[in-house]
């Protein structure tokens, strides 16, 4: 009969941020897949937690992926943990998860510390919908684009950044998005947790005044603001489009989905502004 495996969520800096399952399952497991085996030993020894682990990382996760899942196979329950907060968010793991399920193993997600929603939760800023994109690119054209990309989201953005490229990261979202509202989150749970606060050029010139900024980041923008309604009656709508040379089809898609309509009843519409 195939094994376990946990997805077990491990604190995002303070220790006591772990839940009694997740030590639970690290204590039943035969085994503990790490990004890093030194650092979640540390969590481990905190814990007198006494089980074998096994590195997994992204230069390894291709062939490691293999020899874990014959493990699975054979009934041993297996926890994976990256070196904080959910195990796959920006974190190796997909690889093992779909390999797991495609091999009949129950993929079971132990829940626990978040930076995303942490900083989400705190950061001020709306909280109804939000699109959250990873690390941003180290390369500038790449992040300038998809920042473009995100202009007009309904949704607060969030991103991880490392420290040494947060001031540069700034300056594209001022670049790209303008004054917004910006929040950028440091340290979340530990000694020096940080929230700044203001758009990205006046927290780029607040950062820009320390000797060096340092630890885990998360940068979080406003949502775009709501276009104003549109009072353009349908067939113009669609014909203005058709002008510029849209097929008459997708200046129907387009309208539909600016206006939250389906396709239908704008050519239901349509049909009823010729009769």
Known sequence: MPGLLYLIATPIGNL???????????????????????QTRKLLDHFDIRKPTV???????????????????????????????????????????????????AVVPVPGPSAS?????????????????????????PRARLLESLAHEQATLIFYEAPHRLLESLDAIEAALGPRPVVVA????????????????????QLAARDAVKGEITILIG??????????PLP????????DGI???DAIKQVARRRGLSKREVYHQLLKETE
Not at 223 to 232: G, I, L, R, S, Y
């Open 223 to 232: 949502k775009a603001e709501a276009p104003p309604p549109d009072d353009t």
């Open 117 to 141: 929603l942490a900083a989400l939760a705190a950061s001020g800023l709306p909280t109804d919908a939000f699109h959250f994109g990873g690390f941003l690119s180290p390369k500038t054209g």
């Open 186 to 205: 440091r340290e979340l749970t530990k000694i020096h947790e940080e929230f700044l606060r203001g758009t990205a050029a006046e927290i780029r010139a």
């Open 55 to 105: 590195s997994y990382h992204e230069h390894n996760e291709a062939e490691r992926t293999a020899e874990l899942v014959e493990r699975l196979r054979a009934g041993e329950t297996i926890a994976l943990v990256s070196d904080a907060g959910m195990p796959l968010v920006s974190d190796p793991g997909y690889r093992l998860v779909r390999a797991a399920i495609e091999s009949g193993v």
């Open 236 to 243: 113009e709508a669609v014909d203005a489009l058709v002008r």
């Open 16 to 38: 006591e941020d772990i839940t009694h399952r997740a030590v639970r399952l690290l204590r039943e497991s035969a085994l503990i897949a790490c990004e890093d085996t030194r």
């Open 247 to 249: 097929p008459r089809m």
